[in-house]
Antibody
Framework: EVQLLESGGGLVQPGGSLRLSCAASGFAFSTYAMAWVRQAPGKGLEWVSGILGTDTTTYYADSVKGRFTISRDNSRSTLYLHMSSLRVEDTAVYYC????????????WGQGALVTVSS | EIVMTQSPATLSVSPGDGATLSCRASQSVRSRLAWYQQKPGQAPRLLISYTSTRATGIPARFSGSGSGTEFTLTISSLQSEDSAVYYCHQYNDWPLTFGGGTKVEI
């Protein structure tokens, strides 16, 4: 059974940093592209970032480019999202996602981690 | 950026009715269109990928169609548990983008 467990969310001041982790199990982690999608309170879904399985090619939404860094540790089956220069508008639930290797759609979602950026 | 527009924003239906949800892309996404269902307090769930391929465990009353820029999610014989927000998502081009969602009230 695929399981994705996010951690690291919390309250941070504007301009601060935070790192989200996603512990994956139940599948061959290193062979799948992974992604982060966020959802601001009461709003829709926004893709944030993606990373390929083994060559670590990364992709970012313009709204986070230069501030967020996605990475993975295949030996630990863990996905990361390092967020810096955080803004109030980054407040959201961040979902860790396992993609399908035939395309960048989102077959499995974690339960989400809430990040609140506020002074 | 490919803009995804969903309509209607809200759909009120009765149990047993059918529902048609629309999704329009600002440029062609070929068949790389997915649909998700999100219930309150839950993560989204994949319903359909590649326009019309149901995900594992999704009931046959959910079906998708379309191509290029116009797509439809059809839900036949709606049940109370189908109350949710439905999102379309294009994965043909970067950045990946979602529609704003259609809320289905039963």
């Amino acid at each position: 059974e695929v399981q994705l467990l996010e951690s690291g969310g919390g309250l941070v001041q504007p301009g601060g940093s935070l790192r989200l982790s996603c512990a994956a199990s139940g599948f061959a982690f290193s062979t799948y592209a992974m992604a982060w999608v966020r959802q601001a309170p009461g709003k829709g879904l926004e893709w944030v970032s993606g990373i390929l399985g083994t060559d670590t090619t990364t992709y970012y939404a313009d709204s986070v480019k230069g501030r967020f860094t996605i990475s993975r540790d295949n030996s630990r089956s863990t996905l990361y999202l390092h967020m810096s220069s955080l803004r109030v508008e980054d407040t959201a639930v961040y979902y860790c996602i396992k993609t399908n290797n035939t395309g960048w759609f989102f077959g499995y979602w974690g339960q989400g981690a809430l990040v609140t950026v506020s002074s | 950026e490919i803009v995804m527009t969903q309509s209607p924003a809200t759909l009120s239906v009765s149990p047993g009715d059918g529902a048609t949800l629309s999704c329009r892309a600002s440029q062609s996404v070929r068949s790389r269109l997915a649909w998700y269902q999100q219930k309150p307090g839950q993560a989204p769930r994949l319903l359909i990928s590649y326009t019309s391929t149901r995900a594992t465990g999704i009931p046959a009353r959910f079906s998708g169609s379309g191509s290029g820029t116009e797509f439809t999610l059809t839900i036949s014989s709606l049940q109370s548990e189908d109350s949710a927000v439905y999102y379309c998502h294009q994965y043909n081009d970067w950045p990946l983008t979602f529609g704003g969602g259609t809320k289905v009230e039963i």
